[in-house]
């Protein structure tokens, strides 16, 4: 009897351990599975530069944004005080990070590089890092107040799509005008060709916008490219000219 319990507690356990390794197996699969996963994903990877002809028509289409009382008086006070000679721009003219919707917009190059559960996107300005995690997860109830928010992201066939909320109060989602706590991004990244990466983006704000504002920005790959280095306090000459209006002094008077 004794020889037949101690059998049983062996087989009980051996089942035990068996079943734990199976349901970890389930949960977290291997880092070669996790990375075959990966390579089955669309091919955003590389460095795309933004199409100067899509960045134009961007900016058209910014300024016929849907804006609510409030946010067109906080757009022309903006204005306002630069025509009238006060030195105000956004604050990355102060190399403060512009934030989204700008980060994916800057006239220099980013970078997708995917790791398991999550697409970084490395933007060479500011040498700045965005994650969109695709594990699963939620939206977070109370978020943090990010520069890019907090991004949470689900593939829907070849297209990645993306709800980020949680804007830092500091950026600006236009020229004079601030995100608030209810301000959300919805994107829809996705290739039109194997050289042509689009990315349309949804901005939803009842306080600041009639009906959701959709832009659309698209890239063109540089498979040749490398991201360089971008440090802005090295070089960050923001001024003002002895009238007060923003000006730009690259020191060259002083090498006379």
């Not at 006060?86 to 590089?113: D, H, K």
């Not at 790791?115 to 594990?135: A, C, M, W, Y």
């Not at 349309?200 to 009906?211: C, K, N, S, Y």
Request: with cysteine; net charge negative; charged share 20%.
């Amino acid at each position: 009897m004794r020889f037949i319990n101690a059998l049983n507690a062996t087989v009980w356990s051996a089942f035990a351990l068996a079943s734990a390794a199976s349901a970890q197996s389930e949960v977290e699969p291997s880092r070669e599975a996790a990375y075959a996963e990966i390579a089955r994903l669309p091919a955003f990877e590389g460095v795309w530069q933004p199409d100067w002809p899509a960045i134009a028509q961007l900016r058209a289409a910014e300024g016929a944004a849907p804006l609510t009382e409030q946010a067109r008086e906080a757009i022309d006070a903006f204005n306002a005080a630069k025509a009238s000679g006060e030195n105000l721009q956004t604050e990355g003219a102060n190399c403060m990070p512009t934030g989204m919707p700008g980060v994916m917009r800057y006239p220099y190059p980013i970078e997708f590089i995917y790791s398991p559960g999550k697409v970084n996107i490395v933007i060479e300005t500011h040498s700045q890092l965005r994650q969109i995690f695709t594990d699963g997860r939620d939206l977070p109830a109370d978020p943090d107040f990010l520069f890019n928010g907090n991004s949470i992201g689900h593939w829907e066939g070849e297209t990645l799509v993306v709800d980020t909320i949680g804007f830092s109060p500091l950026i600006s989602l236009l020229s004079g005008l601030h995100p608030t706590p209810q301000t959300t991004m919805h994107e829809r990244i996705y290739l039109e060709n194997p050289e042509k990466l689009v990315i349309d983006t949804t901005i939803t704000d009842p306080a600041l916008f009639t009906e959701p504002f959709t832009t659309t920005v698209s890239y063109r790959l540089e498979p040749d490219w490398d991201l360089r280095e971008y440090i802005c306090q090295e070089n960050n000459r923001d001024a003002a000219d002895e009238d007060g209006r923003p000006s730009m002094n690259l020191g060259f008077d002083e090498l006379d």
